[in-house]
């Protein structure tokens, strides 16, 4: 029981400390829908973004690559919505729309279409970056004008592009798969089940939820790793010293020299090793053979 509250003390006390912070952060930093936070701007003017295009993007070693030269010029910020899940599950909702943590930025070189680039607030550093770039010039020019007070909405599902009106009328930019040619009411609109890979919808990344939300599931990821990895180093500690007993038994076997019970009684041996060998008997000399004398004639 120590161990355990030792293992949630410190990610405990972090959690409390970060919970008021991010509370704190989101109150007086909540905006209203489809706006662009002053520091996406910023990143957008101050010629941050063409520096990243360029680092990312731009010609490499081999000649490969867009030229994103003095000439490169970004085009209006527009901030990226998605499809509730309440829309999607086909319920009637005065809240069609969500937020993304995105914003879309046709770019040009010479005032020439090249593409599109997304930027993001990095909800580590809190600072705008580059998410990405789709050098498509045709769509770059699609969303170049977004109608004002529209809100612009990518439908991942269909790989459209749509102006949603205030007044619920959907105008397609860029149709996708979804047949759209003319502006017509939502309501008249089927939309698709949001796919596995579709991007998750969320609050302002400036609020610091996104943020808290991250600490929470690494203080949770501490408190797994505090009380799973003690146990399995005991238990590895106690199978290297059952290993090593039974390999101490094993030596001790091998080492021992295996006893033979003699054949023959002790006393029986001792009394054939007091009792004298008994001589040989020498061998009798072999006698000689008389020889016959001869015949005498008469």
């Known amino acids: 029981m120590p161990r355990l509250r030792s293992a949630l003390a410190v990610p405990v006390a972090l959690l409390l400390a970060v919970a008021p912070a991010a509370s704190v952060h989101a109150q007086p930093a909540a905006r209203a829908e489809g706006s662009v936070p002053s520091e996406v701007r910023a990143y957008v003017a101050d010629g941050s973004l063409v520096a990243q295009l360029n680092d990312v993007y731009g010609v490499d070693a081999d ?3 867009i030229d994103f ?3 490169t010029k ?3 910020i527009e901030r990226v919505h998605v499809w509730s899940a309440e829309l999607r599950d086909g319920e009637e909702t005065d809240h069609p729309v969500d937020l993304l943590n995105e914003w879309i930025v046709p770019m040009t070189i010479a005032e020439e279409p090249v593409g599109l680039a997304t930027v993001w607030i990095n909800p580590e550093t809190v600072t705008p970056e580059l998410a990405s770039f789709v ?3 045709e769509l770059a020019t699609a969303l170049a004008v977004v109608p004002d007070g529209s809100s612009l909405v990518h439908d991942v599902e269909s790989a459209a592009w749509l102006a949603l009106a205030a007044d619920g009328t959907l105008t397609p930019l860029v149709p996708g798969s979804t047949g759209l040619s003319t502006p017509v009411p939502i309501d008249d609109v089927a939309i698709l089940p949001a796919a596995g890979g579709a991007p998750v919808a969320g609050g302002d990344p400036g609020t610091g939820v996104g943020f808290a939300i991250a600490v929470v599931l690494l203080l949770l990821a501490v408190i ?44 029986a041996l001792e009394a054939a090793a007091e009792k004298p060998e008994k001589p040989e008997k020498p061998a009798k000399p072999a006698t000689p053979k008389k020889k016959k004398a001869p015949p005498t004639e008469d």
């Open 69 to 71: 030269d003095d000439t």
């Open 224 to 267: 797994v790793v505090a009380l799973i990895v003690p146990g399995l180093r005991q238990k590895k500690k106690d199978d290297a010293s059952v290993a090593a007993d039974a390999a101490a038994e094993d030596a001790d076997v091998v080492a021992a020299p295996e006893v033979l019970e003699p054949a023959v009684a002790p006393k």
């Open 63 to 65: 000649g490969d690559g």
């Open 74 to 76: 970004p085009g209006v």
């Open 135 to 137: 050098a498509d010039p």
